[in-house]
């Protein structure tokens, strides 16, 4: 009887368009298989703060396929002015750090203790290694919520392989109150982003937890009676209740300068990343549905293909390797803006164009710019762009022989 109540409810969220229910959120789903052969399936928490299909799995990527040294830009230089050339201690390194959207993945299956073999939906298999707590034995902990068991609490070592795919319909979780945290959030400078919020590296859902001391009472406040929190200070913050009931919290990681940054997941960008000390205030929303990412929004990315115009004024099409490193477009680029940290999948990029030695700007497909410093990426320290052309030559450039390239919107 349950089963019919909760896909009547679905089905009448649908129609309506104004009803988020549990079932239409874009939730990590899929059949997790342990070391000892058991299968559970369900809604999947990866992690602790990853949890939906727009999420970023951090990781080492093992890439074989970068360029041979020998082909990349030389060390740059300059003495008195005077731009000269190097190889000497370059470091050259097949490892390099990647991002990919949740979305894209359509199995995960542990190597070691710190390896991972991902396949994507593209057919595309990568190796990856930890490089934080994504992935490996400094994982957080992995939690699958099945029907049948409920929410069942697994660790990395206990992971044989991770299949995702797209959430039932009938699908009925645990806890049907279970949301997702979507918000306007405020810089310090007044930069203000609207998308999914991460709080403090662990709360994604609105039945997680902020607490705090108010009056040296300690208080555990659910996030969905919480309609804002504002910095004050490096100790405390101010919390807003839906009820309009103001509290002053201090004495914890939640609330105070021992927070990890707030995240915000963009559909139409990425991810940014503010660092407290950077971070104003957060104001919580009601979730619009054309902000929700589901598995089928995802296709395992493609080459990256387009033009890429010298400082000469020479063009080339063609495959492009971006940094000898970047090749698809579920690749993420790294840079700054204003003490922001953004994480721009590239398939959401249409050009970007070198403004100095330090700094290029990035347009996306909305027609967003974005000044982009502080990263091999987007700076001098770049390690080549990569031109395989129709007529199967290779061309490659540095950074200060750049001008723009303009992806192929495919």
Not at 25 to 47: C, N, S, V
Not at 348 to 370: H, M, N, P
């Amino acid at each position: 009887m349950k089963k019919v109540v909760w896909t009547l409810l679905i089905v009448i969220g649908a129609l309506s368009g104004d009803i988020a229910t549990a079932a239409d959120q874009g939730f990590l789903f899929g059949t997790i298989t342990t070391e000892w052969g058991d299968e559970y399936t369900g809604r999947i928490r990866w992690d602790k703060n990853e949890g939906f299909w727009d999420d970023i799995l951090d990781a080492t990527k093992e890439d074989d396929d970068r360029y041979d040294p020998k082909y990349r830009p030389r060390k740059r230089i300059s003495i008195f002015g005077i731009k000269i050339f190097t190889d000497e201690n370059w470091d050259f390194s097949y490892n390099s750090s990647s991002q990919l959207r949740f979305g894209h993945i359509k199995s995960i299956e542990p190597r070691s203790r710190g390896r991972a073999q991902v396949r994507l939906k593209s057919g595309e298999t990568i190796r990856f290694e930890d490089a934080g707590t994504d992935l490996g034995s400094s994982n957080r902990g992995i939690t699958i919520d099945d029907p049948d068991e409920g929410i069942v609490d697994l660790k990395w070592r206990d992971i044989d392989r991770v299949e995702f795919f797209a959430e039932p319909d009938d699908y009925v979780p645990t806890d049907t109150r279970v949301g997702r945290l979507y918000g306007r959030v405020t810089t310090e400078n007044n930069e203000t982003f609207v998308g999914f919020v991460i709080w403090d590296a662990d709360e994604i859902y609105s039945t997680d937890i902020l607490d705090g001391e108010d009056r040296d009472r300690d208080r555990e406040v659910p996030f969905d009676r919480i309609a804002s929190i504002q910095r004050r200070g490096s100790r405390g913050s101010l919390v807003t209740l839906t009820t309009g009931r103001e509290l002053k919290l201090h004495g914890t990681n939640d609330v105070d300068d021992g927070h990890r940054g707030v995240g915000v997941n963009i559909a139409t960008l990425g991810r940014v990343e503010i660092n407290w000390d950077d971070f104003d205030k957060v104001e919580f929303l009601d979730i619009p549905a054309t902000a929700i990412m589901r598995y089928d929004d995802f296709d395992g990315g493609r080459r990256l293909q387009g033009t890429v115009t010298t400082d000469y004024g020479d063009t080339f099409t063609g495959d492009i390797a971006w940094d000898n490193d970047e090749r698809f477009t579920w690749e993420c680029l790294n840079g700054d803006q204003d003490d922001v940290e953004y994480d721009i999948e590239f398939g959401q990029i249409a050009r970007i164009e070198r403004q100095s030695r330090r700094s290029c700007t990035v347009t996306l497909k909305d027609g967003t710019k974005i000044r982009l410093s502080g990263s091999n990426d987007v700076d001098e320290d770049n390690k080549g762009i990569f031109i395989e052309t129709v007529d199967g030559d290779l061309e490659e450039m540095d950074w200060d022989d750049f001008e723009v390239v303009v992806f192929k919107d495919m």
